[in-house]
C-alpha cells in the first residue's frame, strides 16, 4: 500500500524567504508520480506541480521546485521568496496510475504554511 | 473554462434524512472519484470510477453510494448520514492514462458537510 507522510503540521516562514515543505512516500511501485497541491482558506486545491518517477530533472514551476530524491523517497516541496499569498494548506499526494484503482491520489496529512510579513 | 462542479457548496442535514452531491466535469475524462477531508488525515479516497457503468471502493466506502450512468456525472449519495460523515467533500476528475504521465487531478470547489 502506498503511503505519504508530512511531518510538519504548521510552520512559519518569513516574506521573500525560501521553504522547504517536506513529503516522504512509501510505495513498493517503481512507476508512480508524486504532486504537490495547495488549499487556501476558501477550501479549494489548486495543483503546483509534478514529478514523474522516471523523470530525470526536478520539476519546477515558476517560484516552485520539487526536490526530489528517489533512493531516499522525499518529495519536498521549495518555495522560493515566499509571497503572503502562499499562506495556505500543501499537500503531498502520489498515484500509480499502473494499479487497479488507476488514477486514485494517495495525499498525506498536510503542511500549514504561514508567511509572515 | 475547463472546470469540476459540485453542489451544493454547504449543507446542514439531520441524522438519517437521505442527500446527494452532484458532481460534474466538462473535460470528458475518463476518471473520477471521490474524496473526504479531515483534520489531520489529509484527503482520503471514497469511491471512483474509471468510466461509465465502472465504479468501485475506495479507502473509506462504508455509508456512501455512488453512480456513473454518464461520462460527465458522477454523484455521491448518503444513503442514512451519521454525524461522523461530517467532513468537507470533494470531486475530482483525471484522464486515465494507464502510464506514470502527469495525470493531474483537477478538484471541485468542495463541499462542507455537517450531520447533526
Known amino acids: 500500500a502506498q503511503k505519504i507522510t508530512q511531518t510538519q503540521p504548521g510552520m512559519f516562514v518569513q516574506e521573500k524567504e525560501a521553504v522547504t515543505l517536506d513529503c516522504t512516500y512509501d510505495?513498493?511501485?517503481?512507476?508512480?508520480?508524486l504532486f504537490w497541491y495547495k488549499q487556501p482558506s476558501s477550501g479549494e486545491m489548486i495543483f503546483l506541480i509534478y514529478q514523474g518517477s522516471y523523470d530525470e530533472q526536478n520539476a519546477t514551476e515558476g517560484r516552485y521546485s520539487l526536490n526530489f530524491q528517489k533512493a531516499r523517497k522525499s518529495a519536498n516541496l521549495v518555495i522560493s521568496a515566499s509571497q503572503l499569498g502562499d499562506s495556505a494548506m500543501y499537500f503531498c499526494?502520489?498515484?500509480?496510475?499502473?494499479?487497479?484503482?488507476?488514477?486514485?491520489?494517495?495525499f498525506g496529512g498536510g503542511t500549514r504554511l504561514m508567511v509572515k510579513p | 473554462e475547463a472546470q469540476v462542479t459540485q453542489n451544493p457548496r454547504y449543507l446542514i442535514t439531520v441524522t438519517g434524512k437521505k442527500l446527494t452531491v452532484t458532481c460534474s466535469q466538462n473535460?470528458?475524462?475518463?476518471?473520477m472519484s471521490w474524496y473526504r477531508q479531515d483534520p489531520g488525515l489529509g484527503l482520503r479516497q471514497i469511491y471512483y470510477s474509471m468510466n461509465v457503468e465502472v465504479t468501485d471502493k475506495g479507502d473509506v466506502p462504508e455509508g456512501y453510494k455512488v453512480s456513473r450512468k454518464e461520462k460527465r456525472n458522477f454523484p455521491l449519495i448518503l444513503e442514512s448520514p451519521s454525524p461522523n460523515q461530517t467532513s468537507l467533500y470533494f470531486c475530482a476528475s483525471s484522464f486515465q492514462t494507464g502510464h506514470p504521465s502527469n495525470t493531474e487531478a483537477f478538484f471541485g470547489q468542495g463541499t462542507r458537510l455537517t450531520v447533526v
Open positions: 499526494a502520489m498515484s500509480n496510475p499502473y494499479n487497479n484503482a488507476g488514477n486514485m491520489l494517495t
Open positions: 510505495t513498493s511501485d517503481q512507476s508512480y508520480g
Open positions: 473535460m470528458n475524462h475518463e476518471y
